[in-house]
């Protein structure tokens, strides 16, 4: 099928506004480079092609899967999907000091490149205890805000009778406004997927429109008649807190069809020890890099971690030419993964093989 609309270019417009310009005014001579009508026809035939790019452009913006930016935000919305905000990451501080020192919500704390945390609740350190946790937010949305832990040291003002600061866990639930590629997937799962009643699709169309969730699995009759279970993880395909698991409940209570008892968990991570010698080099930050990496991008959909592909990895790493002796938790084999369990990288020691 011929295309419903072509841009024109420069030359082309040219060519057929010089014959059109020969036919009317029968003046062959002055349609030359360099005099005046040719002039005329060069200017008009720019802008012209301007205004076919113009149109090309508007042609892509109305069909979904080949929109951007605002135009398949708009395309979505018509089908009721609008586009999942930036989200801050929450955590938790542990702040030592004098028994009594008082932590007003809203103290702020930072890590050393000046990524900030607010508190979210007052607290007070205990009669007799050196120290308290207390919740806090970032202040900037996005998945930088996941401050990793440990990192969170800095007490720009100072607050009495407190000496120090740090998060004993990583921050999470911090999302990117979603992506041009992520918001057509869920336009696309939502047209083209049976959508009805409360079904499975259903639910995971519910789960995934909430800001903050990466990806979910549902599981319906995981407990009997008229129950569905809701697995999610986050934009960084991690373990969701518990301030987003009930927002996605209590989303999906607002939507689900009456009778249905809902359940909505998060997968909790599994500790995945790796030993293994090496022959060439053995770079223990490079390895685990990958393994990490591996991990973030697949975990959530692996039913095992498996000996094979890990060892694939391993030998991906620049420096280490072959292996021996791989083990996952201790065994030479693989290690199986329920839907609630995602796989972390825990322990990694590398022992470099003799040529």
């Not at 007799?128 to 969170?152: H, R």
């Amino acid at each position: 099928m011929a295309d419903l609309f072509d841009a024109q270019t420069k030359d082309t417009i040219e060519q057929r506004m010089t014959q059109v310009f020969h036919t009317l005014a029968r003046a062959d001579k002055t349609a030359i480079e360099g005099n005046f009508a040719r002039d005329m026809i060069d200017t008009n035939a720019v802008e012209f092609e301007n205004s076919y790019a113009e149109m090309a452009m508007l042609r892509d913006a109305a069909f979904a899967e080949t929109a951007w930016g605002e135009y398949l935000t708009l395309r979505a919305a018509e089908f009721g999907i609008e586009r999942k905000q930036a989200v801050k990451a929450v955590g938790s501080v542990t702040v030592t000091g004098q028994s009594g020192a008082y932590i007003i919500r809203g103290s702020l704390f930072q890590t050393k490149e000046g990524l900030k945390f607010y508190t979210t609740e007052s607290a007070t350190i205990p009669e007799g205890e050196t120290s308290v946790s207390i919740p806090i937010q970032a202040d900037a949305a996005g998945i930088a805000s996941n401050a990793t832990a440990g990192t969170i040291t800095e007490i720009p003002y100072s607050i009495p009778n407190v000496y120090s600061v740090t998060n004993p866990e990583k921050c999470t639930d911090g999302a990117n406004e979603e992506t041009d590629a992520a918001l057509l997937e869920r336009l696309l799962f939502r047209v083209r997927q049976p959508i009805t009643s409360g079904n499975a699709n259903h639910y995971r169309d519910w789960a995934l429109s909430v800001d903050g969730v990466g990806n979910c699995k549902v599981i319906p009759l995981w407990n009997g008649n008229g129950t569905v279970k809701v697995i999610i993880v986050t934009a960084q395909n991690e373990s969701a807190s518990s301030e987003l698991i009930q927002t996605v409940y209590d989303y999906i209570e607002s939507q689900r069809p009456i009778g249905a008892t809902v359940t909505v968990v998060s997968p909790a991570p599994l500790v995945i020890d790796i030993s293994v010698t090496v022959y060439g080099a053995a770079d223990v930050d490079a390895v685990k890099e990958a393994l990490m990496a591996y991990f973030r991008q697949t975990g959530f959909s692996l039913s095992y971690v498996s000996l094979a592909q890990i060892g694939k990895l391993i030998l991906g790493v620049d420096g280490i030419k072959d292996y021996k002796d791989l083990l996952l938790n201790g065994k030479a084999a693989n290690v199986e993964l329920t839907n609630e369990q995602l796989p972390v990288v825990g322990k990694v020691v590398l022992t470099l093989a003799s040529e």
